[in-house]
């Protein structure tokens, strides 16, 4: 039996439906805003206040393994029902949460080992949803495109270790944004440009320090449709850590818009 710990995003969606082709036994932990998996039989929709709940699940179920998979946004504290679990644990979790919301999944996984629950990697099941080095697309990144790659490439890795961004903007030589809170959409969607078109980069690689378990950087068809509202010219990834949704879809998209898509 597995554990699948879901929130937002289609990356969820994915691995339910490689578990269940493979015939898997498996039980959701629903921790998305919308309770999108209320319908399977299987899904139980709790908060992260309940941890006491959560863990009784798991146990019942003689879950031994869990996989996180899909956005869980930083609850309001004040406002979420405790149980006594979660009374006990909560102080740990609002103290990681300062940090960002990929340190609160990182609590929880310690919470969980603690409790010899293992957390396995989110694209055990889904191992084709990355992609290695390579160029995917018709179009090539030219030595103007390389500089903004590299310009962008060392701006993420000078961030600070706990740093909650995984991607950052370069166009022509020069920093447009970086990520913040509000991610990769806001970010993009502040970007917008009727002057440049088809110039500069965003380059979309793990945060420093991250568990590469969990909270992978991650695009689709929407994320390629942004950047070319925003302006840009392509999209570089980490090799073997990305989840690239959509993958037939955005290639096609990239070749009839001219776009590169690089993996380094």
Same mark, same amino acid.
């Given at each position: 039996m597995i554990g699948l710990i879901l929130g937002e995003t289609n990356f969820p969606l994915e691995i339910l439906n490689k578990v269940k082709k493979k015939k898997n036994k498996y039980l959701i932990i629903d921790l998305s805003k919308? *309770? /999108?998996?209320r319908k399977d039989k299987n899904s139980y929709a709790v908060s992260l206040g309940q941890f006491g709940k959560i863990l009784n699940i798991l146990k019942e179920n003689k879950c031994k393994k869990v996989l996180f998979a899909g956005k869980v946004s930083k609850p309001n504290f004040s406002k979420i029902k405790l149980d006594l679990k979660g009374i006990y644990y909560i102080p740990r979790i609002i103290q990681k949460s300062?940090?960002?919301?990929?340190?609160?999944l990182k609590e929880i996984i310690k919470i969980l080992a603690e409790q010899k629950i293992k957390t396995i990697d989110s694209l055990s099941f889904n191992p084709e949803?990355?992609? *290695? /080095?390579?160029?995917?697309s018709k179009i090539r990144p030219n030595r103007d495109d390389n500089k903004d790659i590299q310009k962008a490439i060392k701006i993420l890795s000078d961030l600070g270790k706990y740093n909650f961004s995984q991607g950052t903007i370069v166009r022509n030589n020069k920093l447009i944004a970086i990520e913040d809170k509000g991610g990769t959409k806001k970010m993009l969607n502040k970007c917008k440009s009727k002057k440049n078109k088809k110039i500069g980069?965003?380059?979309?690689?793990?945060?420093?320090?991250q568990d590469l378990r969990i909270d992978l950087p991650t695009v689709g068809l929407n994320t390629f449709k942004q950047c070319m509202n925003a302006g840009l010219k392509g999209i570089v990834l980490k090799d073997k850590q990305n989840i690239f949704l959509d993958k037939k879809a955005c290639i096609n998209f990239a070749n009839k818009n001219k776009m590169f898509i690089l993996v380094k």
């Open positions: 919308s *309770k /999108k998996f300062k940090i960002g919301d990929a340190a609160i949803l990355t992609l *290695k /080095k390579g160029n995917y980069v965003l380059v979309k690689f793990p945060k420093k320090k």
